[in-house]
């Protein structure tokens, strides 16, 4: 289904930013997931970061994979450049634009399906490379376009629509970023805009790879076996004339809690998610301090936000491999292919 066009209509007392362009400069099309989805929570987030930092729309590049998360680049500044790419292989089209144009502000949006099962390999080398660039997982624990299979985030004992429960360990990207060497690490909850606005920001304005996992909760697939009024049942019983999912309006859940404290969020599904923010003394600098944070509040079943760890020392990728300062597309061209004669010379040096 397209997405529906959004009315031209500004409002007169509409703020502007130092760049003069209001928060609907910055949005795209209207969102076709769920009412109530998660994700569009996240879109506003991110949407209310870039008009915050006054980030010229031509400027931004946007990336995603194959999932319900990866049509959200659909969804926020129509002027960026975009691209969707094959599932789970958005982190190496990121590298290749980031290492041709240096000069955009990149940020990938991608799903635990999409990152943590078919696409694992490709986070772990953007991590490893730190490249430049924000990466947000809209973490739900389930294959949303696929009927609400268990993803590899699904936590041990939670059960699908069909009743049935995970039997395997989950994979957290908060500690494979740890492990793996990420240079700024972030959780937040998808209804929690006061703190993932900040934390976007401060991932969108980190020189590195900034990884920030969001709890984004999934509404559809919350009926469960033995109901009459279930999908499944339904479709059991129904003479399908037209495939077709009618999704029930759900209202969106949004939560707020200061820092050093924990909550519990009901999710549409019945299910309870307690949410713990990291103190205002807390260490984002110590790696092995987080680790053993994480480990603590994850053992007592609570899931730790805010910013967990942040390294402002590490090389980024192009540092790292000594890039020009100017981007690639901004090279002359007799400079990039310098012709036969100087590939010889150059040869020749290695020898």
């Excluded at 900034?210 to 019983?237: M, Q, W």
């Excluded at 981007?327 to 010379?345: E, F, I, M, Q, W």
């Amino acid at each position: 289904m397209p997405s529906i066009k959004k009315p031209l209509v500004l409002h007169p007392s509409s703020r502007r930013n130092k760049l003069g362009l209001t928060v609907r400069d910055y949005e795209g099309a209207m969102s076709t997931l769920c009412a109530g989805c998660g994700h569009d929570s996240v879109t506003a987030a991110i949407i209310r970061s870039f008009y915050e930092l006054d980030t010229p729309p031509h400027m931004i590049a946007k990336l995603s994979g194959i999932g319900c998360s990866s049509k959200t680049p659909t969804y926020f500044v129509n002027g960026a450049h975009g691209f969707n790419s094959a599932h789970g292989r958005m982190p190496a089209i990121a590298t290749g634009a980031n290492a041709a144009n240096r000069s955009l502000t990149y940020i990938g949006i991608s799903g635990d399906g999409d990152s943590l099962s078919i696409g694992l390999g490709q986070l772990c080398h953007a991590i490893r490379r730190n490249l430049d660039m924000l990466y947000v997982i809209e973490n739900n624990g389930v294959y949303g376009l696929t009927k609400g299979q268990f993803s590899a985030s699904a936590d041990v004992g939670s059960k699908s629509k069909r009743g049935e429960a995970n039997q395997q360990s989950p994979i957290d990207p908060v500690m494979l970023g740890l492990t793996l060497g990420a240079t700024f690490i972030a959780r937040s909850f998808s209804g929690d805009k006061e703190q993932l606005v900040p934390i976007l920001k401060a991932g969108l304005a980190h020189k590195g790879f900034a990884i920030v996992d969001v709890i984004s909760p999934c509404v559809t697939f919350n009926d469960h076996e033995g109901s009459t009024k279930s999908y499944l049942h339904t479709r059991k019983h129904q003479y399908p004339v037209l495939q077709a999912d009618f999704v029930p309006p759900a209202e969106e859940i949004t939560a707020a809690y200061p820092a050093g404290s924990t909550t519990q969020i009901t999710m549409h599904d019945g299910s309870v998610v307690r949410f713990s923010k990291v103190p205002a003394d807390y260490d984002p600098t110590n790696r092995r301090a987080a680790q053993a944070y994480l480990q603590e509040h994850q053992g007592r079943g609570e899931v730790p936000t805010g910013l967990l760890f942040v390294d402002q020392g590490t090389a980024e990728m192009h540092q790292a491999s000594a890039t020009c300062a100017t981007p690639l597309t901004a090279v002359p061209y007799d400079k990039l292919c310098p012709g036969r004669a100087a590939l010889d010379t150059l040869q020749q040096s290695y020898r």
